[in-house]
């Protein structure tokens, strides 16, 4: 025997392996919540001094065979967040929040894009102008959360496509294969 039960160095040993279980148990929600539910970068629009609130925008998709919600949002450079959807009123676009937050189903995607669903940024800061990057949290019904980067745009910058990484800097997926160089 290597090891007599009981001795300094078989408690530390244990003690090492719950703490290395405890870290993999904590990690692995983490990294399943990367996986399950994909988003595009937040698209924020810019502001002129002075105005206190703007829209947020993303796709998000839900790869689990769950449907989820997306119930909440924080960002520090607000001091209020919310979700909202536009509806026809008389006429009239208004805005509503949507306090039940957003379904994305399983196996699907929903869409906050201008004109529709977004993200309600209040209570700003600071003007946000075009270029800056800021990062925004959206909390999930499961528990999951989503830490993601939050690019300010102007307003004819701001687009939304079906992808999962809308906005990002990726020098693949294009191809110019009929450049002629
Ligand atoms: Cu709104």
Redesign the pocket.
Known sequence: MFLKTGSPFASALTLTLVLFASLLASGIPNARAMDVLATGDVQIRATAPGMTAT?GYLTIHNHSDEDDRLVGVVADFAVKA?I?SMVHENGVMK?RALPDGIEIPAGGMVKLAPGGL?L?LMGLKQTLQAGQMLEVELIFASGRTLRLPAHVKRPGEISIGDGESDGHDQSHNHSHSNSGS
């Open positions: 829209g919310e909202h805005m977004h309600m």
